[in-house]
C-alpha cells in the first residue's frame, strides 16, 4: 500500500520559518508531479505548490508566493516545502499528495494519494 508520510509542522511565530518534509513508500514517484494543499478551520482545502517530475517546473499559490518554496530530492523520494515569513493566516492542516502524472498540478482533482496531514499553527 502506498504511504505518503509528512513531517516538520508545528507550533511557530508569526514571521518564522518551518519546512515541510513528505516521503513516499514507493520509489516510483521520482517520475510524478507533487502538490502540497493545505486547510484552514472552517475553509475549504486550497493549493499551496506544486512541482513537476524533475523539479524544474513549480507552481505557486499567490497567497505564498516569494515566501514558500517547493523543492523535491528523487533519490529520498521526498518532497519539500520550506515556508518563511509564515503569518497566522498560513494556520491550517498541511496535505502533500502525488499526481497522477508527471506534471505539476494546481487541482486536488489531479491528485491521487494524498498525506495524512501535518499542522502548521502559526501564532501573532
Known amino acids: 500500500q502506498v504511504q505518503l508520510v509528512e513531517s516538520g509542522g508545528g507550533l511557530v511565530q508569526a514571521g518564522g520559518s518551518l519546512r515541510l518534509s513528505c516521503a513516499a513508500s514507493?520509489?516510483?514517484?521520482?517520475?510524478?508531479?507533487w502538490g502540497w494543499f493545505r486547510q484552514a478551520p472552517r475553509k475549504e482545502r486550497e493549493f499551496v505548490a506544486s512541482?513537476?517530475?524533475?523539479?524544474?517546473?513549480?507552481y505557486y499559490a499567490d497567497s505564498v508566493k516569494g515566501r514558500f518554496t517547493i523543492s523535491r530530492d528523487n533519490a529520498k523520494n521526498t518532497v519539500y516545502l520550506q515556508m518563511k515569513t509564515l503569518k497566522p493566516e498560513d494556520t491550517a492542516v498541511y496535505y502533500c499528495?502525488?499526481?497522477?502524472?508527471?506534471?505539476?498540478?494546481?487541482?486536488?482533482?489531479?491528485?491521487?494519494?494524498w498525506g495524512q496531514g501535518t499542522q502548521v499553527p502559526v501564532s501573532s
Open positions: 499528495a502525488v499526481s497522477v502524472g508527471p506534471h505539476a498540478q494546481t487541482k486536488s482533482t489531479e491528485y491521487h494519494f
Open positions: 512541482i513537476n517530475w524533475n523539479g524544474e517546473i513549480t
Open positions: 514507493e520509489r516510483t514517484f521520482s517520475s510524478i508531479g
